[in-house]
């Protein structure tokens, strides 16, 4: 049976339409139940409807609290029944509510490679930085900010001529598949965690 993901965007979606592409063959092992969002009339919203996969959209601003919404995303979240959460380009923090609900089973991908640069920017402070090699992180989701457990990473090249966009790009290709290939795996295998360390299998 597929693993049901649910996938959270807030932009273009290019990751989310990676998986979407991936779980169009059965032997992939996983489906996308369900996506949600932070803010309307984004592209990734776009690609899950052309897609026929239900849709969410909860803004901050439409709650009374950062609590209230946290608390509500967790709720539709829970109602898809996923297996694995998938925060794609979400650019918001997940709170207790929801950590509390889905807590062990949500994966965030960040475009560089953790410890170096969480947060927001990470293209544009590795790049202020002048590292030489950045890239992507596929990590489990803690309260922490981009702190939890690396399930894959992939390396990437910064160019002497880079810009944040340019360099941005390049990583979101490394992303992609990092991202397609560890979900397949977590989907197909099942995973544990085991202190700093992501175990795959049942
Ligand atoms: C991705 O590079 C993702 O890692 C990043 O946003 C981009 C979304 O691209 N997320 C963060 O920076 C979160 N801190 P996409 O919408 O085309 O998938």
Redesign the pocket.
């Known amino acids: 049976m597929s693993a049901r993901l649910v996938v959270l ?9 990676a998986l979407l592409d991936a779980c169009a063959d059965p032997a992939y092992g996983a489906e996308v139940v369900a996506v949600g969002a932070d803010r309307s009339g984004i ?2 919203l776009e690609r899950a409807e052309r897609a026929g996969i239900p849709t969410f959209v909860h803004r901050v601003k439409d709650f009374a609290s950062r609590d209230e919404w946290d608390a509500a995303v967790a709720q539709e979240v829970a109602g898809h029944r996923p297996d694995l959460v998938v ?5 918001k923090l997940v709170g207790d509510a929801f950590l509390a609900a889905h807590g062990g089973r949500v994966v ?4 560089a490679l953790s410890p170096s640069f969480p ?4 293209p544009a402070d590795a790049l202020a930085y002048g590292v030489k090699v950045s890239g ?1 992180t596929l990590f489990v989701v803690d309260a922490g900010v ?1 702190t939890g457990v690396i399930v894959a990473q992939t390396a990437v090249a910064v160019e002497d001529d880079d810009t944040v966009d340019t360099l ?1 790009e390049r ?2 290709v490394a ?1 992609r598949t990092m991202l397609v290939d560890a979900v397949g795996r977590m989907a197909r295998e099942g995973f544990t965690l085991d202190g700093r360390r992501v175990r795959f299998g049942r």
């Not at 947060?119 to 990470?122: H, R």
């Open positions: 965007v807030s932009g273009s979606g290019t990751n989310l339409q592209e990734g925060l794609a380009g979400f650019m965030n991908t960040h475009p947060g927001m920017q990470g992507c981009d941005h990583i979101k992303e």
